[in-house]
């Protein structure tokens, strides 16, 4: 594109204004389709980000194991308490307070709130609440 100004250039002055405008003319012509092209592209890179929020939300919702974005996107009260229950696998709030050196109330409360996220489960065995991530081989069976 450059070029063809250097060439509009060094027609101008031998050229008439009618031929300048409509060389000028074409030149936005080929900007406005590259500019409808961008658009495009943009909107197509939208409509991906849109369904990979959708399934991340879908994926918290089914209790599906959280990825790295859905974990980078938590708060870090909340993504303490899921890392360390990847170190434990299976524990009550006690067990994950231990771990994570905060208060055993406050771990209670944000387990329960992943679990109303869709990213824990848990089970009550006797009288003990274990809080667990929910693997992919655990969902099949």
Do not use: C
Request: glycine fraction near 4%; avoid cysteine.
């Amino acid at each position: 594109m450059h070029f063809e100004v250097l060439d509009m250039a060094v027609e101008e002055t031998n050229s008439k204004p009618e031929f300048i405008l409509a060389k000028t003319l074409s030149l936005f012509q080929t900007i406005s389709q590259q500019l409808d092209l961008l658009i495009s592209i943009n909107e197509k890179m939208l409509e991906t980000q849109k369904e990979f929020l959708q399934e991340s939300n879908a994926r918290a919702g089914n209790g599906v194991s959280p990825d790295t974005l859905s974990l980078l996107s938590l708060p870090s009260s909340l993504r303490k308490t899921v890392l360390a229950l990847y170190k434990l696998q299976k524990a009550t709030a006690e067990d994950i307070a231990g771990e994570t050196k905060r208060l055993r109330g406050m771990e209670s409360a944000w387990a329960n709130q992943l679990v109303r996220l869709g990213y824990l489960k848990k089970i009550r065995q006797g009288r003990k609440i274990y809080f667990f991530i929910e693997s992919r081989q655990e969902t099949k069976e």
